[in-house]
């Protein structure tokens, strides 16, 4: 399906995990160090250097455009380094992000309340993401390098719909359709034994 | 009777610079194959379609010379420098760093360098790399780069094993590193296990076993079978391609084993993602 910018309440309310959506319009990218700056800026309850409201964001830092072209390589970073900010953005009336990766808890019950939803990009697929950009712009931030917030026009970005606004998550119910669990036995006993730092 | 070879800096900074630009732009042809055998062995729709895509994305990085990846890595670079050889006209790691240089510029490549952890100001140049020398008994030089991500080696893990916990502690420890990684370091993956030496040679090993090609067989028959059985667990998780649910979530494991200490069993995990992206150049003899 296709959708376009800025996100109008029944279409975000009717995007279902696993759905692949063309998104056209204008979004910004933004990734760790300008999160860091704009959810300082929140917390100081100054203005932001754009509007949050119906907006989308991109977690990329584009390689450098050629001359002539758009835009250079800009596939997705790996969101869960944004979980931090992410509710803060969302309470300002962020409405949708894209990324690669799980988000947490918190971002996921965030979303269902401020109804926003998380879409994932491939991973690596930078060279072809970068023709749906049509144009970019740097917006803030100019000193950040690949990190500054620059505003895309795109046409049919293509994404899939991860976290719907009510709590759904594509990641735990694909993975669970292609789990094999053969060698669990195995698995448990060895789990007393090893002592592991980041247990899921 | 003087063995020695000359070989000059600019000529390791001219191939080097090379190096970056090839390696971002032209995806080697085993990880084409892998990923092409993937998308017939994937069963999962969504995975098989990510595979299509990143056979596309890979024609168009190569004929519009455009980075494969917009995160074209910090740069690791293992050097085999021949005893024989000497280096005129300037030395080994400002040649090297000369070349990251003007590849990542001239290549439109992104500097993803930061000169400080702390305090996070872009070197603006992708200097410094990581660079690992090693000494060989011949008359040449052997440079290889790799553009390493920077979300797949955040999944990487290391962890020291007692001997009591031997293969099936490495296993799980293995498993469990990509299980929690899930779709962050943009599977398919390539696993890359570091066994034995010290804490910090584990992880070496670990690095520098990722430079084997794809589809290539351990010489060690053991270690072969190790991988083999670890690459089974590893798929039989279900993350799949981007993390989206499929059979095929790695696309290799590989394994280097070294003599260590009798008290230890150290065990390190570094994650390549499927821009696995490096390349090789000798020079002298």
Request: overall charge neutral.
């Amino acid at each position: 399906m296709h959708i376009q910018t800025p996100l109008r309440e029944d279409v975000i309310g009717n995007l279902q995990i696993g759905s692949k959506v063309l998104i056209s319009g204008t979004i910004y990218t933004a990734r760790d160090a300008a999160h860091m700056r704009l959810a300082e800026r929140i917390d100081q309850d100054k203005d932001l250097p754009f509007d949050l409201q119906n907006q989308i964001i991109y977690y990329t830092g584009p390689s450098p455009a050629r001359p002539n072209m758009p835009i250079g390589a800009c596939g997705p970073t790996t969101s869960y380094r944004m979980d931090v900010y992410t509710p803060k953005l969302l309470s300002r009336g962020l409405k949708a992000t894209i990324g690669k990766g799980s988000r947490s808890e918190i971002v996921i019950e965030a979303m269902k309340k401020y109804r926003s939803v998380y879409f994932a990009a491939t991973g690596g697929a930078a060279a072809l993401l970068a023709r749906a950009v049509k144009k970019s712009e740097i917006i803030a931030y100019e000193d950040l390098g690949a990190e500054a917030i620059m505003r895309l026009e795109i046409e049919n970005f293509p994404v899939i719909v991860v976290n719907d606004i009510y709590g759904n998550d594509l990641y735990k119910e694909g993975i669970a359709k292609y789990t094999r669990f053969i060698r669990i036995q195995e698995c448990n006993h060895y789990q007393r034994n090893i002592h592991l730092d980041n247990n899921m | 009777m003087d063995t020695r070879i000359e070989i000059r800096a600019s000529e390791i900074t001219e191939k080097v610079a090379q190096l970056c630009v090839d390696a971002n732009f032209n995806v080697n042809s085993d990880v084409l194959n892998a990923i092409k055998e993937s998308y017939t062995a994937e069963v999962s729709p969504v995975a098989k379609e990510i595979f299509t895509e990143l056979l596309e994305n890979a024609k168009i990085a190569r004929t519009c010379q455009i980075p494969i990846c917009q995160d074209t890595g910090v740069a690791v670079v293992f050097v085999e420098i021949g005893e024989q050889v000497e280096i005129t006209g300037g030395h080994l790691y400002e040649a090297i760093h000369e070349g990251i240089r003007r590849g990542y510029k001239e290549g439109f490549l992104r500097k993803s360098i930061v000169a400080d952890p702390l305090n996070r100001v872009n070197t603006g140049d992708n200097t410094p790399a990581i660079i690992h020398t090693e000494f060989i008994p011949e008359g040449r030089i052997k440079i290889t780069f790799m553009a390493k991500g920077g979300g797949c080696e955040n999944m990487s893990r290391i962890t020291m094993l007692t001997p009591a916990d031997g293969r099936e502690g490495i296993m799980h420890f293995v498993v469990e590193t990509v299980k929690v990684a899930r779709a962050n370091p943009c599977p398919p993956i390539i696993v890359g296990v570091g066994i034995g030496g010290t804490f910090d040679y584990a992880a070496l090993l670990a690095k520098k076993s990722l430079l084997r090609p794809l589809g290539t067989q351990h010489t060690n028959p053991d270690t072969a079978v190790l991988e083999q059985e670890m690459l089974e667990r590893i798929n039989n998780l279900g993350i799949g391609a981007q993390g989206l649910g499929g059979r095929i979530t790695a696309l290799a494991v590989h394994i280097e084993r070294y003599p260590c200490h009798i008290a230890s069993l150290p065990v390190a995990v570094n994650i390549d993602c499927h821009a696995h992206r490096v390349k090789t150049v000798i020079l002298g003899s």
